[in-house]
Antibody, heavy 119, light 107 residues
Framework: QLQLQESGPGLVKPSETLSLTCIVS??????????WGWIRQSPGKGLEWIGS???????YYNPSLKSRVTISVETSKNQCSLRLSSVTAADTAVYYC???????????WGQGTLVTVSS | DIQMTQSPSSLSASVGDRVTITCRAS??????LGWYQQKPGKAPKRLIY???SLQSGVPSRFSGSGSGTEFTLTISSLQPEDFATYYC?????????FGQGTKLEIK
């Protein structure tokens, strides 16, 4: 059974870097039929696509965040990571790890983790 | 970016009602659209993929239609567990974009 488990600090100071890890179980992250991504949802707001990565390392980032975002995969650990630099209060959100089918969009979500940016 | 305009933003309905939610894309996206249901404090769950294909395990009262720029999600007979927020997502062109959401409330 597929599980995506996000982990990382729940509180990050302004101007610092947010770092999250998604541990994937029940599916090899190197499977060619899927790629992996991150979505966020600010409190009481809608959903924002952050970016996606294929196991080979090809990445696709939202231009609104591109200068600050890095998504990576570590196939040996079956995990995907997100780094977002120079955070502000506007980056406070629940961050979701997701799996995407090559042609079918997001088909599975992690439970999400709340990250608050505050001093 | 492709804008996804979802309507209505909120909807009040009764158990047993038929409801329809619409998403319009600012440019053609073929059928590269999914519908998601989100309950408070939970992650979204996919209901429909490829605009009209029912996700495995999802009740058949949910259906999707459309192609190109206009898409609909229909719930044929609302059940108490269906009261939630619904989102569409286009995955035709990066950056992928969501509709603003439709909050479905009990009348």
């Amino acid at each position: 059974q597929l599980q995506l488990q996000e982990s990382g600090p729940g509180l990050v100071k302004p101007s610092e870097t947010l770092s999250l890890t998604c541990i994937v179980s029940g599916d090899p992250i190197s499977r060619s039929s899927h790629y992996w991504g991150w979505i966020r949802q600010s409190p009481g707001k809608g959903l924002e696509w952050i970016g996606s990565i294929y196991y080979s390392g090809n990445t696709y980032y939202n231009p609104s965040l591109k200068s600050r975002v890095t998504i990576s995969v570590e196939t040996s650990k079956n995990q995907c990571s997100l780094r977002l630099s120079s955070v502000t209060a506007a980056d406070t959100a629940v961050y979701y790890c997701t799996r995407l089918g090559i042609l079918t969009g997001i088909d599975f979500w992690g439970q999400g983790t709340l990250v608050t940016v505050s001093s | 970016d492709i804008q996804m305009t979802q309507s209505p933003s909120s909807l009040s309905a009764s158990v047993g009602d038929r409801v329809t939610i619409t998403c319009r894309a600012s440019q053609g996206i073929r059928n590269d659209l999914g519908w998601y249901q989100q309950k408070p404090g939970k992650a979204p769950k996919r209901l429909i993929y490829a605009a009209s294909s029912l996700q495995s395990g999802v009740p058949s009262r949910f259906s999707g239609s459309g192609s190109g720029t206009e898409f609909t999600l229909t719930i044929s007979s609302l059940q108490p567990e269906d009261f939630a927020t619904y989102y569409c997502l286009q995955h035709n062109t990066y950056p992928y974009t969501f509709g603003q959401g439709t909050k479905l409330e009990i009348k």
